[in-house]
């Protein structure tokens, strides 16, 4: 159970880190599922996936290496248990009202050396038919850190509100998995920003960020040697 004192930092900043939401075991049993479908040992349908360009990246299957997995708890009962997580609806019910319902999940895959940068945006410019009350959980599975891409935060940002995005294609390209056609993802025009006010929030495998869908956040490209694996769960204020 969150304290109070967690609670007002979420309300002031707009996020919360925890640095330990799951025991190492339950982290194992994430990454031994991606490693299943990245192996080929497990198939999920391919529109689950966002991938990398197949003429230059493809995972152990030899299939395109994916960026993003959605709603990997609707295909396996390993990932279902932690969106279910008892410790995470406390933790949502904490931050959103005691009447809460999952909205959404996906891993994001950051491979060393090849994965892009993900820029400032706001999850509720993706999720414009959602409750106010939205609060995803970034999970880390592997320990993020300055080097591989851990997520930074502009504090306070989500008393901004609702803010224009622009698209743009990222390098590497992001494709459908469903018909391989690229893609545009969103973000607050870079000269909107003023990055000396964000602020990097390591965490260890295991731990998590909180954050409101209006949260300003991004992450860098993963510079590193190591894998930058997440699994977010978000959830919603039951309406």
Known sequence: MLIRQQVGSFVENGYLKLDSLLNPAEVDSLKECLEDVLHGRIEWP????????????????????????QLPAGQDARFRAIAEHPHLVAAMQALIGPNVT???????????????????????FYWRN???KTVNCWIALDDAELGNGCLRFLPGSHRLGLQEHERYFDEPTLHSGETGEPFQRLRIPLDRVDFSREVAEPVRAGGCLFFLKYTWHRSDPNRSSQQRRAYAVAYREAV
């Open 102 to 124: 999952r909205y959404t999940d996906q891993v994001i895959l950051k491979t060393p050396g090849i994965s892009p940068a993900t820029h400032f945006h706001q999850d509720g």
């Open 130 to 132: 959602t409750p106010e």
């Open 46 to 69: 391919r529109r689950c996936f966002q991938t990398l360009d197949a003429g230059r990246y493809t995972a152990p299957s030899g299939a395109p290496m994916p960026e993003g997995i």
